[in-house]
Nanobody, 124 residues
């Protein structure tokens, strides 16, 4: 069974950092673009960040640019999201995503695999 499994979520105070990790199981994602989306309560799921299989095309949403950093290890089938300077508005369920077509992963046309999600709560 092919899965994306996230870990690293939790509760942190504003201004803190948190690192999310995702591992692909059941197949190789070496030639997929991989990334992260999030969904806050009462809101639609939104794109956060992605990285293509070459490791050259970084994409970030405007709301996280300069604060979040995405990285991946193709051989290990993993993608991480380092989140710094966290704000209460970053509170959401964060989902790992993988798509074989890079131009799709940041859009509503994303077709591929989703993880189950990990909760991130930023609150004092």
């Amino acid at each position: 069974q092919v899965q994306l499994v996230e870990s690293g979520g939790g509760w942190v105070q504003p201004g803190s950092s948190l690192r999310l990790s995702c591992v692909g199981i059941g197949r190789s994602f070496e030639y997929f673009s991989m990334g992260w989306w999030r969904q806050a309560p009462g809101k639609e799921r939104e794109f956060v960040a992605s990285l293509d299989f070459r490791g050259t095309n970084y994409q970030y949403s405007d709301s996280v640019k300069g604060r979040f950093v995405i990285s991946r290890d193709r051989s290990a089938n993993t993608v991480d999201l380092q989140m710094n300077s966290l704000r209460p508005e970053d509170t959401a369920v964060y989902y790992c995503a993988a798509d074989p077509i890079d131009v799709r992963i940041s859009t509503s046309q994303m077709k591929g695999y989703w993880g189950q999600g990990t909760q991130v709560t930023v609150s004092s």
